[in-house]
Structure formats: structure tokens, C-alpha cells
């Protein structure tokens, strides 16, 4: 599932909030709250339209409580790490995970050097 980096920016700060309490139910506007302290300004609008996004790819799942929608994650941080991990290798490494491990390793080596 490849996703863009403002979806990864939006999934990594609804994962903080959950994690902190995984009975809270997270609004949209918890999320711009939590980005814009981190340094990301983004409008309610655009926030809720690529949550919207999510939820048809079924990596979040809407809700209605009252008058407001809430979301919980369908896919936790790991599973979509997970998910990467097996995309990158079967679209640049024929699906070989120690070709793909070999080279991270050599590239970090450059990296660090």
C-alpha cells in the first residue's frame, strides 16, 4: 500500500494520539491540533479529506458519535511497516528480502562513512 508522505504525516500523528489511549475516539481536529504542534500546518479540510482518503484505502475507519466523525486505525504502524517492507522488495528486489537487506546495508555503510 504505498501512501503519500501527508498521509504518513497524518498516520504517524493519529498513531501517537491512539497509542496514548486506545479507548479515545480521534477527531480530525485532534489531529491538526497534534500536527500543528509538531510543525505541520495543514487546513481542517485538507486533514479530513486524506483521512477520508484512508479510510477507502481501509487503513482508518470512520465513525459517527453525535454530530461528529471520529476514526480508529484498521492498520496499526507495524503491520504498515510490515506492508512497505513487502512492497519494496517485490517491486525493486523479485520479492528477495536478503537482496534488499544486502543492499541496505551497503548503502547505510556509504551513508555513514
Same mark, same amino acid.
Given at each position: 500500500?504505498?501512501?503519500? #508522505? %501527508? &498521509? @504518513?504525516?497524518? /498516520?504517524? #500523528?493519529?498513531?501517537? %494520539?491512539?497509542?496514548?489511549? &486506545? +479507548?479515545?475516539?480521534?477527531?480530525?481536529?485532534?489531529?491538526?491540533?497534534? !500536527? #500543528?504542534?509538531?510543525? @505541520?500546518?495543514?487546513?481542517?479540510?485538507?486533514? =479530513?479529506?486524506?483521512? +477520508?482518503? /484512508?479510510?477507502?484505502? #481501509?487503513? %482508518?475507519?470512520?465513525?459517527?458519535?453525535?454530530?461528529?466523525?471520529? *476514526? =480508529?486505525?484498521? !492498520?496499526?504502524?507495524?503491520? !504498515?511497516? %510490515?506492508?512497505?517492507? =513487502? $512492497?519494496?522488495?517485490?517491486?525493486?528486489?523479485?520479492?528477495? *528480502?536478503?537482496? !534488499?537487506? =544486502?543492499?541496505?546495508?551497503?548503502?547505510?555503510? @556509504? /551513508? $555513514?562513512?
Amino acid at each position: 500500500m504505498v501512501c503519500g #508522505s %501527508l &498521509e @504518513i504525516d497524518i /498516520l504517524n #500523528s493519529f498513531w501517537k %494520539l491512539a497509542s496514548e489511549n &486506545e +479507548d479515545r475516539d480521534v477527531s480530525i481536529q485532534d489531529v491538526v491540533d497534534d !500536527m #500543528s504542534a509538531n510543525g @505541520i500546518q495543514r487546513a481542517y479540510t485538507t486533514i =479530513k479529506t486524506v483521512m +477520508d482518503r /484512508l479510510t477507502v484505502k #481501509s487503513i %482508518l475507519v470512520r465513525y459517527k458519535s453525535g454530530k461528529k466523525f471520529f *476514526y =480508529k486505525a484498521a !492498520m496499526s504502524k507495524e503491520e !504498515m511497516a %510490515l506492508e512497505a517492507v =513487502k $512492497t519494496t522488495a517485490e517491486n525493486f528486489f523479485d520479492g528477495n *528480502y536478503s537482496d !534488499m537487506i =544486502k543492499f541496505i546495508e551497503k548503502k547505510t555503510q @556509504i /551513508l $555513514t562513512v
